[in-house]
């Protein structure tokens, strides 16, 4: 049986950075990954901008809704309210592979081609120094790291007021992308009162994004198609599964899709890791000199506890705490559609109290127009034809704020691996529950959030909790260590008591910063790849 | 239910793709949300009413539901766009809205009252 030299589980953000990292550097990499890709009538999204396909395609309904209404959701509000039709793919066959059993905490997981980052929301912030610290990474490479990564899928920003919260040394980034009507009037209103908001402790600035404005390589500047949330027409949204599509074309890059990593096994002088075959259900044993798990910490979490660790253990968990406010902005009352609309976070607000650019919470402002009005009717709490007049009226001034806070670990924020009934033989438990001072600090800081954001003419509606795990930020599982403690990770991101298995995603920060993690974890996994390649 | 929703009966076309779609959805329909959906078929005049007392009453209800499916098929039709799509509106329409939202909350208090009466 061949022996691969390094063997990169999975194809999300942090996978496709690790591999790459590991690719041009020269050494053979073999990508093990799930890789569910999205099939269907469903999937095909025409090259056209959403107003003009609301008003003359008869086929619209395949995509914005699903041929048989299957995007058209109930229940109650949970997380992936916004995966569409197109992307369904996101959750295909997770409840049957890796499967969760918890009623405090609702992750959303994806065997994806790509991963997660299908349907990521594209933000790149820079994680502040402190921050760095805290989270147990190196404030040089990690830096180095941002560079790299921002070099390889090009970033749209603006150095602003909230510079030093979202970019910090960032060079050679992109025009961040024109704003819509709702998003001016805030940053106008920010600036006509912005000693006394930042008086405050409150700083607003434009969203970094992983979207270019301009051509880059052979994808397209963004067209303001407005059709964020179903295609990725053009490219000009960077997601896993391009980078991932142009390693296969590298002589030292293999793709095995269709399997799911189980578990592992180091031996003298290389290590065992067995997959299961999704189509037929049998296992598949594979042997590399260096393993990479880069399956979110989640699923490293799950994969090494079923490798190394009993169902006694537990493994820390950090998830950001995440609530969200629809607002409303009266100026905007019955206007009409606007044909320019982003449908990515374009302002970025940040608490910050202190000045001290740690600890801080963030807002991130979006409007709402392609994600239909049927979503929003439905919690509107009248009958259904009213609350649609009513919805119409009020589309055009709608804002949505989603503010997420920063983690800490404790021992009500665990996950453990229990025996079951399932195709992997086990399920992973999840405790969550926020102590009441953090529960109540957040509280008051959404209060906060309001009241700036009412200076600034927006008006927030009510508060929605749509139940921890919905930030879709998870890390912590295998925190950083010094100590070499059990399920532990050396700070190269080598799993500690191995001697080649690394761990490329956030499994190992030991503190979860507000600002959403993904930038962060792409930097970590590209520095982790460099360690692996040196064998640090 | 399609007249009810935008004012205008649906075409056959979009009436099969509601068919097609509560099918394919198959929820487990209550004892009291049958009630509802045969008083419904039996007198299709009484759907806003009754839709009115749902989101607080039975906010997870099949027949809420049901309309919902058909309001979402509704606006994924270029035939309906004009009904869902943001207008520009004369500064005077906040007071039709606020009429509309009078007019709900009556039919509310009326609809919770009838919903009762027909799943006792």
Request: glycine share 8%; proline share 4%; hydrophobic share 35%.
């Amino acid at each position: 049986m061949k022996i691969i030299e390094y063997l990169v589980v999975g194809s999300g953000c942090s996978g496709a950075v690790a591999a790459e990292t590991l690719v041009n550097k020269g050494a053979r990499v073999t990508m093990l990954d799930t890789g569910i890709e999205k099939s269907g009538g469903d999937t095909k999204v025409p090259d056209k901008d959403f107003l003009s396909i609301r008003k003359t395609d008869d086929q619209q309904y395949k995509y914005l809704i699903g041929s048989k209404a299957a995007g058209v959701g109930w229940g109650d509000v949970g997380k992936g309210e916004q995966i569409t039709p197109p992307r369904k793919h996101i959750l295909q066959d997770v409840e049957k592979y890796i499967p969760i059993d918890s009623n405090t905490f609702s992750p959303l997981e994806s065997l994806g081609y790509g991963g997660l980052g299908i349907g990521w929301g594209l933000q790149c912030w820079e994680y502040s120094q402190a921050d760095i610290k805290a989270a147990g990474l190196d404030t040089k490479k990690m830096s180095r790291g941002y560079q790299v990564v921002a070099d390889r899928i090009g970033i749209s920003a603006t150095d602003d007021d909230a510079g030093r919260y979202t970019i910090g040394d960032l060079k050679n980034y992109q025009p961040s992308p024109a704003m819509d009507r709702n998003h001016q009037y805030i940053l106008s209103k920010y600036a006509a009162k912005k000693t006394a908001i930042n008086q405050a402790g409150f700083y607003l600035g434009r969203t970094p994004l992983s979207l270019i404005t301009k051509d880059k390589d052979r994808r397209k500047a963004y067209a303001y198609q407005d059709m964020d949330f179903y295609s990725d027409n053009g490219q000009s949204a960077w997601r896993p599964w391009m980078t991932v599509n142009q390693l296969k074309k590298q002589p030292n890059f293999e793709y095995l899709g269709g399997y799911l990593v189980t578990g592992f096994k180091e031996l003298d002088d290389h290590t065992e890791v067995y997959a299961l075959n999704l189509k037929d259900q049998s296992t598949t044993t594979f042997r590399c000199r260096r393993l990479v798990l880069a399956t979110s910490a989640l699923g490293s979490g799950r994969i090494v506890l079923r490798s190394l660790g009993s169902s006694s253990d537990r493994l820390p968990l950090l998830c950001n705490p995440y609530s969200y406010v629809p607002c409303v902005q009266p100026r905007f009352l019955g206007q009409a559609a606007e044909p320019k609309k982003l449908g990515f976070t374009q302002l970025s607000l940040f608490m910050d109290k202190q000045g001290d650019n740690q600890g801080a919470s963030v807002a991130s402002l979006y409007s709402y127009q392609s994600l239909m009005l049927f979503r929003i009717i439905r919690h509107v709490p009248l009958d259904f034809k009213d609350a649609r007049v009513l919805m119409q009226y009020l589309t055009s001034s709608l804002v949505i704020m989603g503010i997420h806070h920063p983690d800490t670990a404790s021992k009500q924020k665990y996950l453990q691996l229990n025996t079951a009934q399932t195709p992997t033989g086990d399920i992973l438990k999840i405790g969550y529950k926020l102590n009441k001072r953090d529960a109540e600090t957040w509280q008051a800081r959404e209060k906060e959030f309001m009241a700036v954001m009412r200076k600034m003419g927006t008006y927030g509606l009510k508060r929605v909790d749509p139940g921890m795990g919905a930030s879709i930020h998870y890390a912590g599982t295998l925190p950083y260590s010094t100590t070499k403690k059990r399920f532990s990770l050396h700070k190269s991101g080598r799993l500690h008591g191995t001697r080649s298995i690394y761990i490329a995603d956030s499994s190992g920060f030991q503190y979860l910063p507000a600002p959403g993690l993904t930038f962060s974890l792409m930097a970590n996994a590209h520095n982790v790849a460099e360690s692996a390649f040196l064998n640090e | 239910m399609g007249a009810y929703l935008v004012g205008s009966q649906p075409s056959k076309k979009l009436i099969d793709r509601y068919v097609e779609a509560i099918k394919n959805s198959s929820s487990q329909v209550s004892h009291k949300d049958q009630k509802l959906l045969t008083y419904l078929v039996r007198n299709p005049w009484s759907i806003g009413i009754i839709d009115a007392a749902l989101p607080f009453y039975r906010p997870h209800s099949e027949v809420r539901r049901r309309i919902y499916v058909m309001l979402a098929i509704l606006e994924a039709s270029p035939s309906y766009t004009e009904k869902f799509l943001p207008v520009q509106r004369n500064p005077l329409y906040f007071f039709y809205i606020a009429w509309v939202g009078f007019k709900a909350a009556v039919k509310m208090l009326v609809g919770s009252v009838w919903v009762r009466l027909v799943i006792r």
